[in-house]
């Protein structure tokens, strides 16, 4: 993607969540939580592509997925007053469909096109889909890592400035006492990942995010990680007193420092 390209994205997507942002009314904090988020991916994505050594158009092709990957998020909070795809849309489908009908991309290389467009499509599912163009993985592994490490910093600011009553919506609206469940935390240990149906309060949610260490598809999204204290920060705000958690922790501080 040309500096040109990424340049008109950065603009359709600022005018884009700003017209939304326009008529938000009670739901306006949300809605700038999520233009500053798609901001913090785009961040992550330019990093992760620099670090992986990608040439610069693909830097700015990386920048610009970033952007555009939770285009769907603000029809979904317009429309069903939640960011839980399980009671409204699937927010990455609605982003693909929001892109296409734009013609943003239509001057990018179709077959790149496709592949952002896959980016966004499938950048929240729990698993990538099989049978993609093979050159399509490697956008949908960028972008999964990058909104994961963004979520990692929403998740951890609402935690230390207690932002979670207010926002509930950042934690799913789980409740926020109460150990993890037994159950969720065995299908980790023996590398299962959990769906977020499982989950039945906060610190279910914060195990499930932390298992993400999995699954993440560059070594340079770990070495992130570990540079953040990521693992060490959210393992604070678990009980890590009870013998199962304590063993979840270190099994993910073990994958994180073997990158």
Known sequence: MTDAQLQAVRRHFMAYANGYLAQAGAMRPMMELKREHCAFVARNCKELATVNGWPAQDVNTAEALGFLHDIGRFPQLEEFGTFLDAKSIDHGERGWQAIRESGLLDEVEPQLRDALLDGVRHH???????????????????????????????????????????????????????????????????????????????????????????????????????????????????????PQVAAAVRMFGRTVDAA
């Open 124 to 242: 929240n599912g729990r698993t990538i889909p099989e049978g993609l163009p093979e050159n399509h993985y490697r956008w949908i592994k960028l972008i999964r890592d990058a909104d994961r490490l963004d979520i990692y910093r929403v998740v951890y600011d609402a935690i230390v400035n207690e932002e979670l009553e207010a926002h509930p919506e950042i934690g799913l609206g789980l409740r926020l006492e109460g150990d993890p469940c037994p159950e969720l935390i065995e299908r980790i240990l023996q590398g299962d990942p959990p769906a977020y149906t499982d989950l039945k309060t906060f610190s279910d949610f914060l195990l499930l995010i932390l298992s993400w260490v999995g699954q993440m598809g560059y070594p340079a999204t770990l070495q992130i990680m570990r540079e953040r204290g990521i693992v060490g920060q959210f393992a604070a705000h678990l009980p890590t007193g009870q």
